[in-house]
């Protein structure tokens, strides 16, 4: 098992675990995590999660069956729906929202996974070291979440700012240095298979993305516009307008949702009225 964790991973577990003993110790934090956990559990996160598993296992199946997936890239398979699929889900609603969404979802992916965070996991510092650097890291990045919008604490973000990146600096050039040193190690198939498979797999998972937003899009909609509808007909003339209309076409959608003043629809006059005048 503990041949399966490299040292920052048992790094992170041991302090992982800490915080989670110090913290359920806590009777106030022991109330929020049962409502945390009963929203974490709430059907719709379920059926995400589930589609989003399916959908990964599929993929992992594909690059088996292309012989390019492997036993020993489990590890990286597992960390990767963890780091950036579940992330990236969590986020859809927000960034589906901008127009270049699909740059955003691509190179939110890809940030801190494909090069220095692979490079730098495939060396690790002695488990001593990472037991130092894991919680110092975490304190800085998180710090840095917190004041990054607060103009008060612009110099305390940019001092982060520059913590962050020596350390990204140092733990490159280290990388480096140790790559030269057993660069027969490092050249060869197996590591350039670790390194396209975050790539791969965030390619891969941006059509999922993109139709599980087109599917919230299309839930909120029917909703907003549809509540008023009383007959079953009218709902089924409703849903096949969106669908006839709309079909795949995201930024039509949101262009729809961001001009619609949603008028009472009460029947299949209003639904006309409603789509003809955004045809116009």
């Known amino acids: 098992m503990f041949n399966f964790f490299g040292n920052r991973e048992l790094a992170i577990i041991f302090w992982l675990s800490v915080f989670l003993i110090f913290s359920l110790s806590r009777k106030k934090v022991r109330k929020s995590s049962v409502q945390l956990v009963k929203t974490f559990f709430h059907h719709k996160i379920i059926a995400s999660i589930l ?4 959908y990964v296992e599929l993929l992992v199946i594909g690059l088996l069956e292309l012989g390019f997936w492997e036993q020993a890239l489990l590890k990286d398979t597992v960390l990767w729906p963890i780091i950036v699929g579940f992330p990236l889900l969590l986020k859809l609603d927000k960034i589906s929202g901008e127009e270049n969404y699909l740059k955003t979802i691509f190179f939110d992916g890809i940030k801190g996974i494909v090069l220095i965070e692979f490079i730098a ?3 690790n510092f002695s488990l001593f070291a990472e037991l130092i650097i894991i919680p110092v890291m ?6 840095q979440v917190y004041t990054k919008d607060n103009p008060k604490y612009k ?9 962050v990146t020596g350390f990204g600096i140092i733990v490159f050039i280290n990388t480096c240095i140790q790559i030269y040193n057993g660069f027969h190690e490092f050249a060869n198939i197996f590591t350039l298979k670790t390194l396209l498979l975050p790539i791969i797999l965030t390619i891969a998972f941006i ?20 509540h008023r509808l009383d007959k079953f007909w009218d709902r089924l003339y409703l849903h096949w307008k969106f669908f006839s209309t709309f079909f795949l076409n995201h930024s039509k959608l949101r262009k729809f949702r961001r001009g619609m003043e949603f008028e009472q629809i009460h029947n299949q006059a209003d639904i006309k009225k409603v789509f003809n005048e955004f045809d116009k």
């Open 51 to 54: 589609l989003m598993t399916i």
């Open 138 to 143: 975490s304190i800085i990045v998180i710090s």
């Open 121 to 123: 996991n495939f060396y």
């Open 155 to 163: 110099p305390v973000d940019k001092l982060f700012k520059n913590l």
């Open 207 to 226: 059509p999922f993305l993109y139709l599980y937003s087109l599917w919230s899009l299309y839930e909120i909609l029917l909703l907003r516009t549809g």
